[in-house]
């Protein structure tokens, strides 16, 4: 999947997807923006990252690290629970991303903005051997496991000299970490 490629509005309504009330206004808004933009002759530029993961300062748990640590903080909708594969990106290279846009004089129309490709069971390992300390439910440790079906390309950020600085470890050291120090873990 490229910028071309929209979440379809009608398929989350009709099936009630979880997340719709958040999809489909966001979906929405993004295609009457561009529109807006291209009717009226203005330059807008978006950036469509994935789960958005790493430290935060917030009081409050939010909802992309409530997603993707879901194993381990025991919520209802994340990963493992409906789940099986996501794309992440680090905070700081998403404002990394916005910043580089925002100052390259060739950047038009949407951006994808994704670092990491990982399953479940991939994040469920690397939680277990980093972290050993944290209880890791034994059906995300399963060695056979490593389902990845979907990618997004990111080949348009990249083109233009963008660089991502964080990995997946990173992203989950720095999640970990806030959780702890806010007493979510």
């Not at 690290?65 to 290279?93: C, N, P, Q, W």
Request: hydrophobic fraction near 35%; proline fraction near 5%.
């Amino acid at each position: 999947m490229d910028e071309n490629s929209w979440s379809d509005v009608e398929f989350c309504r009709d099936m009630r997807i979880h997340g719709s009330s958040y999809i489909i206004p966001k979906t929405l808004i993004e295609q009457a923006t561009l529109k807006f933009g291209e009717d009226n002759g203005l330059d807008v530029v978006s950036i469509i990252p994935p789960l958005v993961v790493g430290p935060f300062t917030c009081p409050h748990l939010p909802g992309s690290i409530s997603v993707s640590l879901a194993m381990i903080l025991g919520t209802k909708y994340g990963l493992g629970r409906g789940f099986e594969e996501t794309l992440m990106v680090h905070i700081d290279d998403v404002v990394s991303g916005h910043i580089f846009l925002f100052e390259c004089p060739n950047a038009k129309g949407r951006y994808i903005c994704s670092s990491a490709e990982t399953s479940v069971y991939e994040l469920a390992r690397l939680i277990s051997t980093n972290y050993p300390d944290i209880q890791m439910p034994s059906e995300f440790l399963d060695e056979t496991r490593n389902e990845k079906s979907f990618h997004l390309s990111t080949k348009k950020l990249l083109n233009l000299g963008f660089k991502f600085k964080y990995n997946l470890k990173d992203m989950v050291d720095g999640a970990v970490q806030s959780c702890k120090q806010k007493g979510f873990l």
